[in-house]
Structure formats: C-alpha cells, structure tokens
C-alpha cells in the first residue's frame, strides 16, 4: 500500500485547508485509516480516523472543527479527506495519512510521507 498526501500549507488563523490522502497497491487490505500528525518536539497524536464501515473517531482538540471523510469507490484507488476549519496555531505539525490493514495489530500499518500544515496568528 502506497499513501501520498498532499493540500497542506501556510493558512491564517481561522482559515481551512484541506487534506488528501490517495491510497494504491493492495488497498483491499485497508480497513481504518486515520490523519495523525506532530508537531516539533511532540509525540506523533492521533486526530482523526475512518473505520471501513464509516465510523469515525476525532481527538477532543479537534472535535466539530475537522471532519474526516473517504472515498472507497474506485477498485484502484482510495482517497482519504480532513477537511480542517477554525484553525489555530496549535494545529500547525506534519500531517500523516495512515492505513490499518484488516487483521492487523494495534498499530497503523501503512503511512505516508507528510504534509506541512502551519498556522499563523
């Protein structure tokens, strides 16, 4: 599975931005998937994650300001969205798509490179 992410960048304070996540190779073996992300001299947090069958999960910091959503139409491809309002400084870090594969352990198995997120005040 190869996840690549991309919409990240520099937004003012109470600006949006939009997160993509495009997912290829063995995706049938995806079932959640999830944006973390981490700020410098943090640990990597959770913020959002979308089971297989829609359920999702949002860290308290995030709630009714992010949403999290996927496309699973393709046979090829599975897109993976944040949509990320109200933003806050707090919220600047790299962003990471990641997957968990059906059967898998705790851990996400799969993630991709980053995406800089940064918010000014």
């Known amino acids: 599975v190869q996840l690549v992410e991309s919409g990240g960048g520099l937004v003012q304070a109470g600006g949006s931005l939009r997160l993509s996540c495009a997912a290829s190779?063995?995706?049938?073996?995806?079932?959640?998937m999830g944006w973390f992300r981490q700020a410098p001299g943090k640990e990597r947090e959770l913020v959002a994650a979308i089971s297989g069958g829609g359920s999702t999960y949002y860290a308290d910091s995030v709630k009714g300001r992010f949403t999290i959503s996927r496309d699973d139409a393709k046979n090829t491809l599975y897109l993976l969205y944040l949509q990320m309002n109200s933003l806050k400084p707090e919220d600047t870090a790299m962003y990471y798509c990641?997957?968990?594969?059906?059967?898998?352990?705790?851990?996400?198995?799969?993630w991709g490179q980053g995406t800089q997120v940064t918010v000014s005040s």
């Open positions: 990641a997957a968990d594969d059906y059967g898998g352990g705790p851990e996400y198995d799969h």
């Open positions: 190779g063995s995706i049938f073996s995806i079932n959640a």
